[in-house]
């Protein structure tokens, strides 16, 4: 096993734990091999196989540029990437995007799901790939010459043989679709595959080459004549030599295995992969979380022992003991004898190649002691038992810093999010820090299906000291709809002496904030200097005054950017409400995720006002909606998405800036406002734009068409409902 915790954790279970108990279900649309997830005729595992090979095919291996990068996204619209199958893929992938997982990770894990669903060779996956921000070119088309062909894979790294060896080792799944490629595939055939078993990684497309009954449309039919029969040409450019080899099933299964890792590993130069390939650990704690319980005396650890279960049946496992040691590295639990908890099977989960048990672990755990570590004793129902301690290490398990879950919420609808934790006293004077990593999605006009992943940092403040912690609370919205796929972090202190609970869910968050019931003196905590912190290793020992008693904690956090009093020309007026029904300002608006107040007054340039809002929003005028009224400066606490050092407005509140300059009426330039969508009408944020489903409507409960209609009249005739969406002008359902 690995040494837990590691960087690649969140990675291991997604590609690991399937199915079943806290299943990723990373595999569902492609399980089994010949799914067709985006309609008939179009293998989902093919396409997720051509998008690795599409994703690393720009590489320039003399510039280090480019590879597998996840630069695909930004290429959908460049002519090389036809067919649907490339968002399609993209799309599934970025459910999964977080700090711990790019998207060029998940495409490269998403070439080892896909083939060994259709029952290929397992491909190493080694990881760290880095997500690029901009697309590239470079993906070998059917027309080209064998000499491009030949040129292109040296770029990427592969020499003539590798190329003939690569492209039978793709055209193994899937087809060739004639709404995309007309000159290949005759428009009333739909589609043709490469082999006669299009769903299953085997050497068919090798062997009916090689016996001459191939209807591989890339060698044979209507690609011959418009010169589009490349891999007819690339299998024939050396004599034959290599693809006869590879009608030898082992020869090609092997063959695949080692290049299909060297695709997903090329990557532009600076990125540097994890030396091993990943693989699932034996013995994994999984979702562990303390959380201090009313009364501050005691706390709780929560979470799961995962038990690979691949060799020995779950049920032959009698039970899982995890002990550990407290604070200070010792064996001091309080009244109990030994600060020991046992747990036994309560689901099971598996992979393509594993099964795995989950062990579930509800340790009470003195305050007064703490913990600092655990060790893991598995026994065996024949009398024997195997013990784990991670390397010689222990399981490390700080209680420095918590993420106090039921004192904190998320509102899902609108990302209103309050996170409370715990520091404790002996670290308190430490900057606290809240992390929050969100999705975003672009809605930019290029269709990238993939959200971008941003990161706020918020400071929080100190709040009631109870017992041994102090209550650190701060507030921030998730803007763009998809809060529930946040992660958040609470951080003390800065760089490798940091303390933090981190990468925690922020779906795991109910909609309510509960109240910490039950009071502790404020208490200093002393922690001996030769325990062996896992997050740190030089604990200080701060002492706090230990005075207050407390019961619960509500305050909210100030982020640290300030207002900007002056921006260009303009001046600060106030936080300012929208007007009712209305726009306070309303002679041009724009939406964008780099919105900072420079480039808001940029867009009103002669406008003498304008005002950014919900992060992302910007808004001229030269007059203010009469119904629109100055609020409190605090209300306009949003961020600007282009700048965190920025506010720009909140929902409903305009960040007002006025000019200084002093205008002729005459001189009011024409407004510059350009159709943009709308990210958020209401209450309701935009979603994307959505197929209707098939023989029904996608939004069933109320329908109206009318001529006057507007996002804000059917927003108001579904008042009440999660979802609305205008279609073909004039309707609403
Ligand atoms: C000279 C190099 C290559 C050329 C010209 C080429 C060309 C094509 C074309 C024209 C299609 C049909 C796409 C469609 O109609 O949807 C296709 C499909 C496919 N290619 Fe390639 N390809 C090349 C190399 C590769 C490589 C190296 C791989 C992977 C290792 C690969 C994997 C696939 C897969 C899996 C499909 C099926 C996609 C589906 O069914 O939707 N290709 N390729």
Sequence with gaps: DPTWPAATDHMEEIVYQLQGFRGSLFNDIITPCDNEAAGPGRITASEWLRVGFHDMAPHNKYFGTNGVDGSLQFELNDGENTGPGHATTLKFLANYLSSRSSLADLIAAG?????????????????????????????PQPQN???????????????????????????????????????IVPAATGQISFDSSNAVYDNKVVTEYVAGNTTNPLVVGASIAVGRNSDGRIFGSDGNVTIRAMADPTVYRNTCQALLQRMIEVVPAGVTLTPDPIAPYAVKPVGMQLTLNDGAATLLLSGYIRVRTTELPASSITNVVLTWKDRNGGNSCGSSATCSVTATLQGVANGFDDTFGFFPIQATIPVASGISSFTLVLNFNDGTSKSYDNNGNSYPMSDA????????C????????????????????????????????????????????????????????????????????IYGGLSYNARLSVTAGSGATAYSDDFIKASDLSGTCGTFSG???????????????????????????????????????????TIKTNVGGYVFVSCWTEGTGVRALSEASFAYDSMTLESCMANCTGFDYWATEYGRECYCGNSLASSSAQAPNGDCSMLCAGDPSEFCGAGNRLELYSTTATRTTSATPTPTATLAVKPTVGDYVFVGCQTEATSQRALSEKTYADDSMTLESCAAFCAGFTYFGTEYGRECE
Excluded: W
């Design 145 to 183: 010459s064998i000499g491009t062909f030949i040129s292109q894979f040296d770029r990427m790294g592969f020499n003539a043989t590798e190329m003939i060896q690569l492209v039978a080792c793709g055209h193994t799944l899937g087809s060739v679709h004639s709404p995309e490629f007309p000159e």
């Design 519 to 561: 009071s502790a003196t404020c208490a200093n905590v002393t922690v001996s200097s030769t325990s062996s912190l896992p997050t740190s290793t030089t604990s200080s020992s701060t002492s706090v005054s230990a005075t207050t008693t407390t019961t619960t904690t509500s305050s909210t956090a100030a982020p640290t950017p």
């Design 111 to 139: 070439v080892y799901a896909s083939v060994r669903s259709c029952g290929g060779p397992v491909v190493p996956l080694r990881l760290g790939r880095v997500d690029a921000t901009e697309g590239g070119n470079g993906v």
């Design 410 to 477: 998320l509102l899902q609808g609108s990302g209103a999010l309050t996170v409370s934790a715990l520091v404790r006293n002996d670290i308190v004077g430490l900057p606290v820090n809240l992390g929050v990593s969100y999705l975003v999605p672009r809605n930019t006009t290029d269709g990238n299906p993939v959200p971008a992943l941003t990161q706020a940092n918020i400071t929080m403040t100190a709040g009631d000291c109870v017992g041994q912690y102090t209550f650190y609370t701060a507030s921030f919205t």
């Design 401 to 408: 810093v918590i993420l106090q879950k039921p004192q904190s």
